[in-house]
């Protein structure tokens, strides 16, 4: 969750600016952060990039995939964890094979409080998403 004070993550600028032009137009920034600092927190990395690609008729909550890249590779396991954490938040992942562009990921930029609400928030998502 973005502070009021002043984002340094850029894809919290750029969800700042977005909602200053388009106040009503669904942005994914938000989700694309607290996956990031989700995975970091649950897996005690120290850096991930969450990368999220998307068709070009794609809108909303609909995404083609979501890979996660750590230095030097991309494990599954996490790669699958954030696909369930996008799933979990509403997402319907859908690759068709047509041409996709990638959202800029999260650089890592957040507070540690920042982090625990990004971390309750996946959480809480995982757990409605898996009950009954």
Known sequence: MPTETG???VLQRARRRRLSVHPDQFGME???CDVTLWLIGKHSLSRVHVWVDRHYTQIGREIAG?????SPAHPARLT???????????YMIDDTGADTYGHQFCDGHHSRHEAIQAY??????????RSP
Do not use: N, S
């Open 30 to 32: 938000q989700d694309i």
């Open 80 to 90: 699958d964890a954030a696909h369930a954490a996008f799933l979990a938040l509403g």
């Open 66 to 70: 979501v890979t996660v890249m750590t």
């Open 120 to 129: 309750a928030r996946i959480e809480g998502a995982l757990r409605r998403w």
């Open 7 to 9: 984002a340094r993550c």
